[in-house]
């Protein structure tokens, strides 16, 4: 028999966990092979999350829970549930019934069939503002072509995934993870599984605009060393203009008009602005690589292998 952990964040879920709870244990139920468990994360709740967790590992040895002593956030909620697991096969979903667990039995099958993750992807926005899905769809164009990792906009945190793939990301070693594009990061055969936006069971969402910026900024500056590099384009660009500027003025002298000594100001002070910002894209180049091995990604991840270790 496999082994199944479920890990669901929990931030002031109390309103939507029973429902939540007696819908995953009834698909549990029709579920044969499994030896599962829920590991439950409370991240800081301030409602009664916690003892609604307690009530339900009372009753049911399945249930297992660990409570943050503060609000860390749905990233380290979802890490802290990842170090606890210690199963076969690994799967993340909300508390809010959101992310259907319904799905879950053709998710494992697709496992059994060979795929290493079996992910969920939102097929529409129904029940998101426009504001929102424009803004999303925006940072996706922009996360994409900025960052090395390719994430899909509709990729979804719920997904199972065998060991080999939750050992690989634990791998990851980094402090503000964005689990989205670690996912996209450490590869491996994924199966989508097209899932329409549900609204929520219970509850409110737990994101606000101010969130949903720094997450977003989160994604783009774990991916990508673009922003320490783009002094080095812009000051090339500034000292290359100044060179245009100087052959213009140059080819009008030498026509025979009067160049105005503005322009040789101009012209230097253009220069000089270009250097620095040439200089400090310099030193970007090298906090870039700094910032790239402080993270202390793996430089590849072994999917199988027959060496003996
Ligand atoms: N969550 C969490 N910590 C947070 C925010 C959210 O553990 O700081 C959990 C929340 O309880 C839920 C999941 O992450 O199970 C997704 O949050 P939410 O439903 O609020 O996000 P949305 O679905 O609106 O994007
Ligand atoms: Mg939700």
């Known amino acids: 028999m496999k082994t199944l952990d479920l890990i669901v964040p929990c931030y002031n879920e109390e309103a939507a966990l029973p429902l939540f709870y007696e819908t995953v244990t009834e698909t549990l139920r029709t579920l044969s092979g499994y030896q599962t468990t829920l590991i439950f994360v409370d991240d800081g709740s301030s409602d009664r999350t916690l003892e609604t967790l307690k009530r339900f590992a009372r009753s049911d040895s399945r249930v297992t829970y660990l409570s943050f002593s503060r609000n860390f956030g749905k990233e380290s909620a979802m890490l802290a549930g990842l170090r606890a697991s210690t ?169 025979g008009k009067a160049v105005s000594p503005v322009h040789a100001v101009l012209i230097v002070m253009l220069f000089l602005c270009g250097l620095i910002l040439f200089a400090v894209g310099v030193l970007g180049l090298y906090l870039a690589r700094i910032y790239t091995e402080t993270k202390g990604r793996p430089v590849y991840i072994v999917k199988e292998t027959n060496l003996k270790k």
Not at 136 to 160: C, L
Not at 196 to 221: H, S
């Open 87 to 255: 199963a076969d096969i690994v799967g993340f979903l909300d508390a809010d019934l959101q992310h259907s667990p319904s799905l879950l039995p053709d998710m494992l099958q697709s496992l059994e069939d060979g795929y290493d993750v079996a992910a969920a992807k939102r097929v529409d926005r129904a029940g998101e503002t426009k504001l929102k899905s424009r803004l999303s769809d925006a940072f996706y164009q922009i996360a994409n072509r900025m960052t090395d990792v390719e994430i899909d906009p509709g990729a979804q945190d719920f997904r199972v995934m065998k060991r080999v793939v939750a050992d690989a990301l634990l791998s990851l070693g980094e402090h503000r993870r964005f689990t989205k594009g670690l996912f996209s990061f450490v590869g491996f055969r994924t199966k989508w599984f097209p899932h329409e936006n549900a609204v929520r069971a219970a509850g409110e969402t737990k994101w606000n605009f101010k969130k949903l910026f720094v997450y977003a900024c989160d994604g783009i500056l774990a991916f990508s060393d673009l922003p320490l590099k783009l002094p080095l384009y812009l000051g090339g660009g500034l000292c290359a203009g100044a060179g245009l500027y100087a052959l213009i003025a140059l080819i009008v002298f030498l026509c």
